[in-house]
């Protein structure tokens, strides 16, 4: 089968989880025997990773920086808006790659810069679209903070007019999928529950596992890893994490963001906060190793939560928002524990009550036994059959 994976971005250039999503599809479809093509933005010279053919659109007059860094005026935001949502450049470029791939279906992911345009291109040649909706801005069309009126009328008149092309609706998450059926986009399409899955070695988290469970637990690590964005409920759990008056309890925080001040000013006044900064994969999975306990307060409804199937392979267990993506997730594997993020006592009840061996050492065996289904290739074998 040839498959033909579309996003915004694409390796090198990770923006975050949906990125590394679509790469794990892309590489899975490649190893499960298929022929796939990625098409994203131009933002590096790639042309072949890991196996998986590259094309990399030129985004004509999109402007990639004011899109990712929120640069310029209105008038300039307005043009690219306008660009965005209707990119007759990329349009082209997509026949283009059609006509010469030959695709039997395209899966379509995140869509900044590229537009729904895309859609149309796709039905006008007879490709099956699969589309898996890993946030809302197809919903809200909200691309950049001025939540400008005009943006948003425009944007909802493009994805709607383009989304009736659309022949199957996925999304990570029951929340984000129940978001997408009751919109008013997407009028043709059928909708179907297909969970995220990340690459990692059952063995390894096995041992990881066992070796934490026999651990003698003298002081208790929480771990925060993420943007340092509001939402992100970064704050709450600081002001949270001041409440416990033992020096048993240490935060460590790593990312970066419009926080990131305040968070080093935590640091200053708790001497048992520590801040890492940005950090690579590999050095935050040394981190996960290291950490008992994995915090993720988020204040919005995440559409997914990988940070959370991250920190349950590498033997942490979890104390994460109630709601969305990450409640799915944690009551699914129940490998740990569920809060109102925005209720500062309820959070700091709960850092404390997680730090007991009995507790870490109940959850873990929760998580020993069911974090199998969060494999990547059972993700695959899901979209195989909706690929059908």
Partial sequence: ????????????????????????????????????????????KDEEVNGVKIYRANPGKF?????????????????????????????????????????????????????PIVWKALKEKGVKEVQTVRDYWFFDGFSYKSKNFLFKMYHKHYFKKYSKFVDIVTAPSLATLDV?????????????FVNNGIEFDLNKTFELINKKKNQNINEYTYLFAGTLVEKKGILNLIEAFNLLKDNKYKLKICGDGPLKDKVIEATSKNSNITYLGKINKEQLYKEYESSNIVVVPSLWVEPFGMVVIEAMINGCVVIGTNYGGIHEIISNIKGGLEVDPNNINELSNALKAVADTNVINDLLTKIEKSIDCYQIDNTIKKYLELYK
């Fill in 1 to 44: 089968m040839k498959v033909l994976v579309i996003n915004s971005y694409y390796y090198p250039n990770i923006i975050g989880g949906a990125e590394r999503s679509t790469q794990l599809i892309a590489e899975g479809m490649k190893r499960a025997g298929h022929d796939v093509m990625v098409f994203c933005l131009k933002h590096a």
């Fill in 180 to 192: 997408a059926k009751k919109s008013n986009l997407f009028k043709n399409a059928k909708f179907h």
């Fill in 63 to 115: 402007n990639v920086d004011i899109r990712i860094n929120d640069k310029g005026n209105f008038f300039q935001k307005l043009k690219n808006k306008l660009v965005e949502t209707n990119n007759k450049t990329i349009y082209k470029e997509l026949i283009k790659v059609i006509d010469e791939f030959k695709p039997d279906v395209a899966h379509l992911n995140n869509l900044y810069g590229l537009s």
